[in-house]
Structure formats: structure tokens, C-alpha cells
């Protein structure tokens, strides 16, 4: 189980980034996708969750609305699109999968579950 996280950048305010995580080793279908970001100085926490298991999604407050989720089947990747992107959205952001994982409407995806895996960082940064 192995997943590659990408697409990060420079970006001013109010612009738009796609970032990716393509998954090898494993078919998607079975297994939650999460998205954490840490910012200098802070700790890694969890953003946003799609789950192709049970089809649940999670999106933290701040950028519900702002960002969604996609899937291309063919390259078995998911894709986190984020418009509207602020300053305080500057961070690494991550990708981790997990088998049979609920995406819980009643919090975010946790930094300390046991993740299957767990994608290289790649930067965002959002300029003012």
C-alpha cells in the first residue's frame, strides 16, 4: 500500500489548487482516503476524509465549501480540489489511507489512527 501525494504550489488568496494522491498496491474501493495539513510550528491535523468503503465524506468547518473531492478509477488516484484558498491554508498537506475506514461526521480524521499508509507531504502555500 503505497500513495504519493502532489500537486502543491505557490497560490495567491482567493486562488485555486488541485492536489493529488495517487495509490498503488491497493484498489480504492475498500479504503478511506484522509487529508491533513500541518503548518509551521503546529500540528498535523486531519481536514477532510472520503470514504469509497462506505461512500461517507468529512470536511473540517474551515474549508467546507471550499474544497471537494474527485476520483479517477483509471489511474487510482483522488484528487482534493481547493478554491478559494486562504493564507492560513499555508501548511504540507498529506494524504493517508485506510482499509474499511467510516469517515465520521462527528469529527475529523485523527493523526494518531493507524493509517495504512501515508503519502510524502507536498507544500501549499498561499500568499496575501
Known amino acids: 500500500v503505497q500513495l504519493q501525494a502532489s500537486g502543491g504550489g505557490l497560490v495567491q488568496s482567493g486562488g485555486s489548487l488541485k492536489l493529488s494522491c495517487a495509490a498503488s498496491?491497493?484498489?480504492?474501493?475498500?479504503?478511506?482516503i484522509a487529508w491533513f495539513r500541518q503548518a509551521p510550528g503546529k500540528e498535523r491535523e486531519g481536514i477532510a476524509c472520503v470514504s469509497y468503503y462506505d461512500s461517507s465524506t468529512y470536511f473540517i468547518d474551515s474549508v467546507k465549501g471550499r474544497f471537494t473531492f474527485s476520483r479517477d478509477n483509471a489511474a487510482n488516484t483522488v484528487f482534493l480540489q481547493m478554491n478559494s484558498l486562504k493564507p492560513e491554508d499555508t501548511a504540507v498537506y498529506y494524504c493517508?489511507?485506510?482499509?474499511?475506514?467510516?469517515?465520521?461526521?462527528?469529527?475529523?480524521?485523527?493523526?494518531?489512527?493507524?493509517?495504512?499508509?501515508w503519502g510524502k507531504g507536498t507544500l501549499v502555500t498561499v500568499s496575501s
Open positions: 493517508a489511507a485506510a482499509s474499511q475506514y467510516h469517515c465520521s461526521g462527528s469529527g475529523p480524521p485523527s493523526y494518531y489512527y493507524r493509517w495504512d499508509s
Open positions: 498496491g491497493f484498489a480504492l474501493d475498500d479504503y478511506a
